[in-house]
């Protein structure tokens, strides 16, 4: 299982939004996969197989404590490594309206990211961000790859919905009059 362990964190971490938490998940699904490791030599895909478990599990200790993984994108990362991160950006003399743009751009798809359900979040970031292929998806999930992605198109137009209010008026003043 060694091989898979990062990949499994990283789906974890995506399914959580903590690191305490999908270490946790991690663990647990390990330590439940542990007895019956004889089993998993005979599975032709172990990734994608572990990461089903994986999302199972997650899903079960969801509905047994009735929790939800409702967080800030930007609380996905710890302060201090986001600041770490910014340090090493090479200042290119933006100007401070600029600046300002970026910035209200950032919280707009923070807040229209945060307004989806943690499923559909999970979705779109795993596809979007991580580059998960649709086919992967399906099999993790245990549903059909055109269900992913009917599920990935909706998400797409909540969120492109969801960031066209929130921008309005922010976009309203960037127009150039004809």
């Not at 600029?98 to 989806?116: F, I, M, P, S, V």
């Not at 779109?124 to 055109?146: K, P, T």
Request: hydrophobic content about 40%; overall charge negative; glycine content about 8%.
């Amino acid at each position: 299982m060694q091989p898979h362990l990062a990949g499994m964190y990283r789906f974890a971490f995506r399914l959580t939004g903590q690191r305490d938490d999908a270490e946790d998940l991690v663990q647990d699904v390990l330590t439940k996969l542990y007895p019956r490791a004889d089993e998993l030599l005979a599975v032709d895909q172990p990734g994608p197989w572990l990461n089903r478990v994986l999302y199972r599990h997650f899903i079960d200790l969801t509905r047994k404590y009735a929790r939800r993984a409702d967080r800030a994108v930007s609380g996905l990362m710890s302060e201090d490594a986001g600041q770490d991160f910014l340090d090493t950006l090479v200042d290119a003399g933006v100007e401070p309206d600029r600046h300002l743009g970026q910035d209200q751009l950032r919280l707009a798809l923070d807040e229209a990211l945060a307004a989806l359900e943690p499923d559909q979040r999970s979705l779109l970031l795993l596809h979007d961000v991580d580059g998960w292929r649709q086919e992967e998806i399906a099999e993790v999930l245990g549903i059909a790859v055109g269900t992913v992605k009917s599920r990935l198109h909706r998400c797409r137009a909540g969120l492109r919905k969801n960031l066209g209010h929130r921008l309005e008026p922010f976009l309203a003043g960037l127009r150039v009059e004809d």
